[in-house]
């Protein structure tokens, strides 16, 4: 049998350090208590706001989103106002996958957020595509291959959380097929560096962190049989960890590594209405007084269609993209109905920032910790991508809301929200194991890897903790508003699921109003 990879990557979507580090200790997660003992680790410092969309590029191309041009799912300056998908091409700087390319390296990436389309280099690959496609399989052969074998081959766009009975027990089953696919390829398909990201995690702590929280508001509410789906969900990856650990070589590299961390979500505000009242932007009403959900018409853009369909003639300011955290000015020649000159940008955004920072939320306190300028928030050359204003919200429980249909304030739609503190942990051959003093920089691990795999490349060895900090608190952005919250930390009730073997993901076939469904109970809608 050919030799086993020298590097391999497992992504736990959304798992923050120090729940992680607690079940471990606790014996709760064998596996990877026994691999953290022989690894470096640290919490991992993700980007501001933390994210998905620009925690993973960030991670695999070494920079922060302003250096490499990746800040959300969305074209956040999309000029008509579109959810337009933004592709893994648009990274304007070379990747970790890039410079292993370059150095001979074979790869296999399976389920890497913001990855599609495939890329170039040699290997296999299955994307993370935001739209439907057949094309996130390379070769397109090995879709047939690991369905022979059980193991998971769907796009993660249709394995999202949907809201229906039963998902937890799929969610069981969507792990299962991702590591008996990645089990079978170590076996059959060997390369030198191999990654698969675990996205059900987050999935699960999105939508079932009251249920396993006896302090979240909401918990009182939960379905009592959801109280240990993220239980089970970490047991399941723990399983998996264990199994894929031990099908691989013992000089290996392993990393370890998460795009953000977790903690309870409680409320949500709709940006909309509060520019509004604020004169900034007008939402269209109808009959009966209630705000028109607006819908796209472009065929190509049947799941997605546009931001709220807001009365753009007389918008000064809108919500830059669903999650994102950020608000664009309405800009005459870069948005197609722009209405703020471009010599009154400045006047219009201090007016605007000064409004914000001024609100207040139902308690009398401030509602934005920070209202941040892209320049300051996102230095680098891509910065023009980027939403003209970062909002940082005073509550880390605080969900800023896109759509306008809806009160002013709610729920969140997601009863956990991310976090700032993520994971790291390496395990490799001259790398001491044993816990660091400091968190370790999103943007520095892909650099920091590469030395250690005795490769110098075109991603920057940078230094190791603390440079989003550095910046983003030089900018005046107060880091504690997004920290992790120790003090929420689920507990371990009751025993997880022990016999998964059976479990099998629903049919194939998922229509596109149910694709458009789970992106919005997602929050990407």
């Excluded at 002013?408 to 942990?425: D, K, V």
Aim: charged fraction near 20%; hydrophobic fraction near 40%.
């Amino acid at each position: 049998m050919a030799r086993g990879p020298r590097l391999l990557i497992l992504g736990l979507d959304g798992v923050p350090y120090s729940l992680l580090m607690s079940w471990a200790r606790a014996g709760h997660l064998p596996n990877l208590a026994a691999f953290a003992a022989e690894a470096a680790t640290a919490p991992l410092r993700c980007t501001v706001p933390p994210h998905t969309a620009t925690g993973w590029p960030s991670l695999f191309h070494g920079r922060l989103p302003g250096e490499h041009g990746l800040f959300q799912f969305w074209d956040c300056q999309e000029p008509d106002y579109r959810l337009r998908p933004v592709s893994r091409e648009e990274a304007g700087v070379p990747s970790l996958w890039d410079v292993l390319a370059g150095q001979g390296w074979t790869l296999g990436l399976l389920n890497i957020p913001m990855s599609h389309p495939p890329g170039p280099w040699p290997g296999y690959q299955i994307t993370w595509p935001l739209l439907p496609t057949l094309h996130y399989v390379k070769p397109p052969d090995l879709a047939r291959e690991l369905a022979s074998v059980g193991g998971h081959i769907r796009p993660d766009i249709a394995c999202m959380y949907d809201g229906r009975p039963g998902y937890p027990e799929r969610a069981l089953a969507y792990i299962n097929g991702r590591t008996r696919a990645l089990l079978h390829l170590l076996r059959y398909r060997p390369v030198d560096a191999v990654a698969l990201v675990f996205t059900e995690l987050d999935r699960v702590l999105h939508h079932f962190w009251h249920a396993a929280d006896p302090r979240h508001p909401q918990h009182s509410q939960a379905d009592p049989a959801g109280r240990t789906v993220i239980q089970s969900a970490f047991a399941a990856v723990d399983a998996a960890v264990g199994e894929i650990l031990e099908a691989i070589p013992g000089d290996c590299a392993v990393l370890v590594v998460s795009d953000h961390g977790f903690g309870p979500g409680t409320r949500g505000v709709r940006l909309h209405s509060l520019l509004a009242d604020g004169g900034f932007c007008q939402i269209p009403v109808g009959a009966g007084g209630e705000p028109k959900r607006g819908e796209g018409s472009d065929r190509d853009l049947e799941i997605h269609g546009t931001l709220p369909d807001l009365i753009w003639e007389r918008t000064q300011a809108y919500m830059a993209a669903p999650g994102s955290f950020g608000v664009n000015l309405n800009l005459e020649g870069r948005q197609r109905r722009g209405t703020v000159p471009r010599a009154q940008r400045d006047r219009v955004l201090a007016r605007l920032s000064g409004f914000l920072a001024g609100l207040e939320d139902p308690t009398g306190g401030p509602l934005f910790a920070a209202v941040v300028p892209a320049e300051e928030a996102y230095a680098g050359p891509f910065q023009d991508r980027a939403p003209d204003l970062l909002l940082v919200p005073a509550d880390p429980a605080l969900m800023v809301l896109c759509d306008i249909a809806g009160p002013m304030w709610s729920e969140p739609g997601q009863t956990g929200l991310h976090r700032l503190e993520g994971i790291w942990m390496l395990r490799a051959p001259g790398v001491a194991p044993g816990p660091r003093g400091e968190p370790m920089a999103v943007e520095a691990v892909a650099g920091h890897l590469l030395s250690v795999l005795g490769i110098v490349g075109e991603i920057p060895l940078r230094a190791e903790t603390g440079l989003a900090e550095q910046a983003l608190r030089a900018a005046g952005l107060p880091l504690d508003a997004w920290a992790d919250d120790a003090s929420c930390l689920l507990e371990w009730h009751g025993a997880p699921v022990a016999d998964r073997t059976g479990l099998q993901p629903e049919p194939a076939e998922v229509t596109a109003a149910e694709i458009r469904e789970r992106m919005r109970r997602m929050g990407y809608l």
